[in-house]
């Protein structure tokens, strides 16, 4: 199976997660693929396993006499919650010509470089698009097909030399929770590399902190007919909430390092309304402004509407990574210089989101970063780039070789 057959085979597995499951996996149906995967590897002859959380680990023996370190490659099978997963009709436009692609003519959707200028240096390129219906799966089934053609590779090319490769692929890393389970003496590494990133040559070591906000708004539901002086609408004061948060930090607005408040769910009715927000920046002090700013408008609301009208749960989900990665980064220069060593540049700049390896990194696994040759993700407009899905392969595989000599 070559890379663009695995990717496309692993695309049509239905893995979305879902962020209000108390089970884990928060869908069962991720494990379809975990499965999978964890038979593929075992096809291969690797060691592997899955265990109850749904994580699979392979390990690779090294074949060098030199090398002493153990570098992990991660991914995770989960697609965002944002866009349907579901049917995903994935085609492929061959030798792209930099003109609008018409994803779906019945829907009038188009991935237009006018408005996608990514789109701008991908000409003779073959892209794997959606049919405008549903998101890709790039995010990151990417990463894992290029880290099992990396397996495939190293199985069907014994002189290639390397040290002791652990593979690890995890669920509900869209939803935050993609490593709540896994314990870092399970994996068995040194450091890490995540491959979940998008343009190939990215190499980040920086993301956001992140946290969500629950929100819980109790109105009053009276007949209309009657309401005056008594009715307490619940929507509107979810909104006039909303409206007290800084409106200039909405991610619609904001770039590089910019952080934002992002509302991702509203839904209710008179009588009780629920919110979740994304809260997001780089910088830790801004973050816990941030937060402050959330309960600072709780107070305004329940001063004018009564106690207990607004109550706001905020749990941190994940920190930058930068503050470990600082003083680790001998790893980073070894992905610049396998990028270098393919004709790339590198491209070093903060993610706008998080990974597995930030939450990894605290715990002891230092993982940076790396891009995978995806763009767009999360929406129907996601596509992949296959000449980067095949560079990006083969920098992993000088990160590997690099690592064997250390």
């Known amino acids: 199976m070559n890379l663009v057959e695995r990717f496309l085979k692993y695309v049509k597995y239905d893995t979305q997660s879902d962020g209000d499951s108390n089970s884990y996996p928060s869908t069962s149906k991720q494990l379809i693929l975990l499965n999978e995967l964890l038979n593929e590897l075992k096809e291969l002859n690797i060691e592997a ?45 061959n030798h792209y010509n930099l003109e609008p692609i018409v994803l779906n003519e019945e829907k009038n959707i188009i991935l237009d470089p006018k ?22 799966g790039a995010d990151d089934k990417l990463g894992v097909a290029e880290i099992m053609d990396f397996v495939q590779y190293v199985v069907e090319n014994p002189e290639y030399k390397h040290g002791e490769i652990v593979i690890v692929f995890t669920p509900d890393e869209e939803v935050g929770n993609g490593t709540k389970f896994l314990e870092v003496k399970s994996v068995r590494a040194d450091f890490g590399y995540t491959l979940d990133g998008s343009k190939v040559g990215e190499i980040a ?31 509107d004061v979810a909104y006039e909430f909303n409206n007290l948060l800084p409106k200039h930090m909405r991610p619609e607005i904001t770039e590089n390092y910019e952080g934002f408040n992002h509302l991702l769910h509203i839904e209710g009715i008179v009588e009780k309304c629920n919110m979740t927000y994304i809260i997001r920046n780089h910088d830790k002090t801004i973050f816990e402004n941030q937060k402050k700013n959330f309960y600072l408008a709780q107070n305004f609301i329940n001063d004018k509407y009564g106690k207990n009208t607004l109550h706001i749960d905020i749990t941190d989900s994940y920190y930058n990574m930068r503050e470990v990665l600082d003083n680790k980064m001998e790893i980073v220069n070894i992905a610049i210089k396998a990028i270098k060593d393919n004709g ?10 998080g ?30 780039s296959v000449k980067e899905m095949h560079k990006a392969v083969e920098i992993i595989r000088s990160i590997v070789s690099e690592i064997s000599k250390i």
Request: glycine letters at 10%; a negative charge; one cysteine or more.
């Open 205 to 235: 070591y920086e993301n956001f902190n992140a946290a969500t906000a629950k929100i819980i708004v109790n109105g009053k539901s009276v007949h209309p007919g009657s309401a005056k002086n008594k009715m307490l609408n619940a929507i």
């Open 115 to 136: 408005i996608f200028p990514n789109l701008s240096d991908k000409f003779g390129d073959d892209l794997i698009v959606t049919d405008g219906t549903t998101l890709l």
């Open 344 to 353: 790339i540049e590198p491209l070093i700049e903060p993610i706008r989101g």
């Open 355 to 384: 990974t597995d390896g930030a939450r990894l990194t605290f715990m002891g696994l230092p993982c940076p970063n790396l891009g995978t040759g995806g763009y767009n993700f999360h929406g129907p407009y996601e596509y992949a």
């Open 49 to 93: 396993t899955i265990d109850e959380y749904g994580y699979v680990i392979g390990r690779i023996a090294s074949n060098s006499d030199n090398s002493t370190k153990t570098v992990a490659l991660i991914a995770h099978v989960d697609t965002s919650p944002d866009a349907s997963g579901k049917n995903v009709k994935a085609k492929i436009i």
